[in-house]
């Protein structure tokens, strides 16, 4: 049995960050497992600019930025270890993990910071019917393929999906020598940032396609073609508009889902909107001592956030080993509100608030000038304009602790207010 | 002979559909954009467009297959594919650290491929 402070499960840039913080905090024993055979996590693949922005002020690949973060952790005590599978954890924070050298392992931690990431939803979660070749890729998985083994996996490649990685591949692959043929998008809007959609994919004149989908796909061995068609606004299929387009490859680029099997082994509350555990202005879970964050928690576009709402776990995790973390008092319930899918963090604890939160919200639909309204038992305690907001850019909000320490009851909701509710009182 | 250009601005999250009118190169008119940072932006990229090369060249005895890669700054937009093809034929050998210079002067652009990551020896075949 090994003794630590801190567990950390992940080695990517929410666990590297939260790491860091919590050995800043003055912890001395921490310990971060990763399964992969380097630290990270996906950032090592996603080769492209555009990472870093508003932490570093200038616009980094992905592996340079972990690698900021992996050069800060080499020079502190800070124990790593690499090829290390969790298999699992309970919520006495006993972690099972097992390596090729050491077998398994049972390790026993203060605290515990999850920092697993996500993964990709495949063909059998949005059901494409059709036959079973080889040939269909996740976005993620083809992007290894290319930007770490160096295999290109096809010649003519096929798009579903127009979230950010499935137009980044778009442009790597034409970089590469491949043609894609186009980026099929069941919505009527891209799925990612509008910088994707004129860098990937207009910059390369590929077609994308809005509204429609991919019907069935065909191919004995090997994909030979997929039939595409436009969809109604139920998003179900138009049959006259289906059409044959022949192709090798077919990218599926359809969501990420947080990766939590290990937290509900822990019983860890999970908040069905985003996937992730519910987490409280700490980071902590419902179990005390077990932090989370980055895109466990929820799908972030940025990786700067990742970062920051790491530090937040570190240091909580830090307060908690010590006793500083406040006590729990009875939690306020952070509710979406009109227009908003989910708000983090979930819960809210404390008397007294001394230090800024920041709630990261994910809207339902475009809608443009807007005001984010936070109430409290009815009460408007803030107000906020905003020109635009957009589902694939989470909206942040930062509130003081003046208008925190306003609250009466024991709920928060959080509205989207549109131009014409403006004028109700 | 005037000719119109369409832009979506990426400056900001509005979007902006932004309509450029020139003649024989010359701007004589943009409208659509929100504020004066989206004309700057659709001048730049009439007259300039500008792009960050990131791809990735094959390492000898790297822990890993490839090595990642980017121009310093970024490139004349129209020169991307042609960078490629000119990237395609080199070849690293690790050791290789965070910021080396892997291909100076690249097409003559006075920007050079700098390498995006430290990557130590190993044998990349024990990854797969
Ligand atoms: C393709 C793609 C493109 C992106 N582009 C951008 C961009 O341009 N700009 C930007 O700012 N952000 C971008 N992002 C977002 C950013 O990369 C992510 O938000 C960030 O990497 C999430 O960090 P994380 O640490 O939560 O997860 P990850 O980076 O996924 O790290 C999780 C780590 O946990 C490990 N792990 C999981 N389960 C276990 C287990 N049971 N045992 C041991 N280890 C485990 C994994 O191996 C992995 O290393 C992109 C993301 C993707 C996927
Ligand atoms: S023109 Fe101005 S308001 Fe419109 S997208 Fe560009 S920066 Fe934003």
Redesign the interface.
Same mark, same amino acid.
């Given at each position: 049995m090994i003794e630590v402070d801190v567990a950390i499960i992940g080695g990517g840039p929410a666990g590297l960050a939260s790491a860091m913080k919590a050995c800043e905090e003055g912890v001395k024993d921490i310990l971060i497992i990763e399964r992969g055979m380097e630290l990270g996590g996906i950032l090592l693949q996603c080769i492209h600019d555009g990472f870093g922005t508003f932490i570093f002020e200038e616009t980094l690949t992905g592996p340079e930025y972990a690698q900021r973060y992996i050069d800060e952790v080499k020079k502190t005590g800070i124990n790593v270890k690499l090829n290390t599978m969790v298999l699992e954890i309970d919520s006495a924070k006993r972690i099972i993990a097992v390596n090729q050298e050491d077998g398994l392992l049972e390790i026993e931690a203060k605290a515990i910071i999850l920092s697993m990431g996500c993964r990709e939803r495949t063909r059998a979660q949005i059901l494409i019917p059709g036959d079973r070749p080889s040939g269909i890729y996740t976005a993620g998985v083809a992007q290894r393929y290319i930007n770490i083994e160096g295999v290109i996996p096809g010649k003519k490649v096929v798009i579903l999906g127009s979230g950010d990685i499935g137009m980044i591949m778009a442009r790597r692959f034409t970089l590469e020598g491949a043609e894609v043929e186009g980026v099929y998008e069941v919505m009527s809007n891209p799925g990612g940032l509008t910088r994707n959609v004129v860098q990937c994919v207009e910059d390369y004149e590929i077609p994308l396609h809005l509204s429609h989908t991919i019907t069935n796909i065909r191919g004995r061995r090997r994909v030979e073609g997929v039939t595409v068609a436009k969809v109604d606004s139920e998003m179900r299929p138009i049959k006259d508009t289906e059409r044959f387009v022949p192709c090798d490859t077919v990218i599926l680029s359809v969501g990420l889902i947080p990766e939590n099997e290990l937290s509900k082994s822990a019983d860890v509350g999970m908040d069905p909107i985003t996937n992730g555990p519910i987490v409280d202005e700490q980071m902590q879970t419902s179990v005390p001592g077990i932090f989370a964050c980055g895109n466990v928690v929820h799908v972030h576009d940025l990786v700067d956030d990742v970062s920051k709402v790491a530090e937040v776990a570190g240091k909580g995790a830090a307060g908690y080993i010590d006793g500083k973390l406040k006590k729990r008092r009875s939690p306020i319930k952070v509710r979406a509100g009109r227009n908003v899918k989910y708000v983090v963090p979930q819960i809210i604890h404390g008397e007294k608030f001394d230090e800024d939160i920041r709630f990261y919200l994910r809207v339902k639909e475009i809608e443009k000038s807007v005001k984010t309204v936070v109430l409290a038992d009815g009460e408007r305690i803030f107000e906020k304009k905003i020109k635009i907001v957009k589902p694939p850019e989470m909206v942040k909000l930062d509130i003081s602790p003046d208008i925190l320490n306003r609250i009466t009851g024991d709920e928060l909701i959080i509205d989207v207010e549109g131009e014409e509710d403006e004028e109700k009182p | 002979m005037k000719r119109s250009h369409n832009f *979506?601005c +990426?400056v900001? &999250? !509005? %979007?902006c559909q932004i309509e450029l009118i020139e003649e024989d190169d010359k701007i004589l008119e943009v409208r659509g954009n929100g504020c004066k940072r989206g004309e700057e932006y659709v001048t730049e990229e009439f007259t300039n467009p500008v @792009? !960050?090369l990131? *791809? *990735?060249i &094959?390492v000898q005895e790297g @822990? +890993?297959? !490839?090595l &990642?890669v =980017?121009s310093e700054r970024p490139v004349p937009?129209n020169l991307? @594919?042609r960078c490629?093809k000119e990237l395609s034929k080199v070849r690293v050998k690790a050791p290789v650290r965070?910021g080396d210079m892997i291909y100076e002067n690249i097409l003559d652009t006075g920007v050079s491929i700098i390498s %995006? =990551?430290?990557l130590s020896i190993g044998n990349c075949s024990e990854? @797969?």
């Open positions: - | *979506t +990426i900001c &999250p !509005m %979007s @792009r !960050m990131t *791809t *990735t &094959p @822990r +890993i297959a !490839m &990642p =980017r937009k991307l @594919r490629m965070c %995006s =990551r430290d990854v @797969r």
